[in-house]
Each structure stands twice: as structure tokens, then as C-alpha cells.
T-cell receptor
Framework: GNSVTQMEGPVTLSEEAFLTINCTYTATGYPSLFWYVQYPGEGLQLLLK?????DKGSNKGFEATYRKETTSFHLEKGSVQVSDSAVYFC???????????FGPGTRLSVLP | GAGVSQSPSNKVTEKGKDVELRCDPI?????LYWYRQSLGQGLEFLIYFQGNSAPDKSGLPSDRFSAERTGGSVSTLTIQRTQQEDSAVYLC???????????????????FGPGTRLTVL
């Protein structure tokens, strides 16, 4: 079956540090890939997405590239801010069903 | 426009009681999803509705859990004879159908509601 694996958290960084949160997936066909973010006390919201191989999703300084050869969709940001502290979820949606599969989430804490 | 709404925002109940959680999806969204998020955990898929198709119930943890979606819009998640391990945040999400353009499919993202925090004493 389909699955999403994320790096274990929590991740603690200082402000302006470089961020990478690894995400790899297992799926049949050509899934669409997503990163969702959940800020403290808020609901999940879409951060970025990519729908085919080599696509790059980007938003709010975050980027992720759909790498089919490594089945990965790693999230990166060049300089994190305290306001980026949140839980980040990697997710996929496959070609054959319309259900989503989420990773377990990675908690990021950015210290001033 | 209005997003996904859920009610109640918080529900405290006693073990053994039944509860109903409501989700109002974004108007026009044909897909509706229920998830459960336990403290510090990821999202656990519960059930998925798509239009008039039979729902995907593969994530429901036991026969105490059921859900329905009336008229293709509002959905209710019912938990019978609640147990303490049912305590969690229950999230609802909706999305549009797959869109096809030029032979390529575009998968629309889910929009999440704020969740219902259920506490079973």
C-alpha cells in the first residue's frame, strides 16, 4: 500500500538556520505530493504541492522538489524564522484512489 | 469564502455515551474526509466520501464508529459507547474532484476544518 515516511522530530533550530525535513514515499503510479503545516492552535493548511516528477512547489520561502528517482519530496527553507515553528506533514494522493496518505508529522521549533 | 466548519469545537463526554460530530464542507466540494489526531501524533485516516460513491470506511477503528453524509454535503461522525482512548481531535477536510487538463490530472488539495476536540472522561 501507499505510505509516507518523514524524519523523526522534534527539530530545533536557531533563527536563520537552514531547514531540511526529509520525506520519502511509496506509491503506485504517479502520485501528487503535498506539504501541510499546522501552526500551534490552528488547523492544517496546505503549504505547497507538486503534481509530477521534477516539479518544484514553493511558498513562504519553503521549497520541495518531486524526485521520482529517489521517491522523495524533501522540504527546505534557507533561513527559518521563529514564526515557522509548527508541525509539518508530508502527504501523497495517488492516481488510483482519491484518498490522501499522511506522514506522522515533524515538529519544528525555531529559537530566537 | 467560507471554509470547512466543524461543530462542536470541544466536546467532553462520559465513557459509554454516544457523540456526534458535524462537518460542513466547502460548498461544491464533492470529497469529504474524516481524520483523527491523537495528542502528539500524526493524522489517522477514518473515512472518505466521494460524491455518490460508496464511502471508503477502511480507516474506522471499530464498529462503534460510523459516518454519514447527507445530500452530498454535511457529514456526521458518530461514536457510540465512547471509550477514553477515543479522546483526540477529529478533523474534517474537503476537496474538489480530480481535474483533468490536457491529459494530465491535477489533484486538488484538501482544506481542513478547525477540528473537534473530544475528551472522554
Amino acid at each position: 500500500g501507499n505510505s509516507v515516511t518523514q524524519m523523526e522530530g522534534p527539530v530545533t533550530l536557531s533563527e536563520e538556520a537552514f531547514l531540511t525535513i526529509n520525506c520519502t514515499y511509496t506509491a503506485t503510479g504517479y502520485p501528487s505530493l503535498f506539504w501541510y503545516v499546522q501552526y500551534p492552535g490552528e488547523g492544517l493548511q496546505l503549504l505547497l504541492k507538486a503534481t509530477k516528477a521534477d516539479d518544484k512547489g514553493s511558498n513562504k520561502g519553503f521549497e520541495a522538489t518531486y524526485r521520482k528517482e529517489t521517491t522523495s519530496f524533501h522540504l527546505e527553507k534557507g533561513s527559518v524564522q521563529v514564526s515557522d515553528s509548527a508541525v509539518y506533514f508530508c502527504a501523497l494522493r495517488d492516481n488510483y484512489g482519491q484518498n490522501f496518505v499522511f506522514g506522522p508529522g515533524t515538529r519544528l521549533s525555531v529559537l530566537p | 469564502g467560507a471554509g470547512v466548519s466543524q461543530s462542536p469545537s470541544n466536546k467532553v463526554t462520559e465513557k459509554g455515551k454516544d457523540v456526534e460530530l458535524r462537518c460542513d464542507p466547502i460548498s461544491g466540494h464533492t470529497a469529504l474526509y474524516w481524520y483523527r489526531q491523537s495528542l502528539g501524533q500524526g493524522l489517522e485516516f477514518l473515512i472518505y466520501f466521494q460524491g455518490n460513491s460508496a464511502p471508503d470506511k477502511s480507516g474506522l477503528p471499530s464498529d462503534r464508529f460510523s459516518a454519514e453524509r447527507t445530500g452530498g454535503s454535511v457529514s456526521t461522525l458518530t461514536i457510540q459507547r465512547t471509550q477514553q482512548e477515543d479522546s483526540a481531535v477529529y478533523l474534517c477536510a474537503s476537496s474538489l474532484n480530480i481535474a483533468w487538463a490536457g491529459g494530465n490530472s491535477t489533484y486538488n488539495e484538501q482544506f481542513f476544518g478547525p477540528g473537534t476536540r473530544l475528551t472522554v472522561l
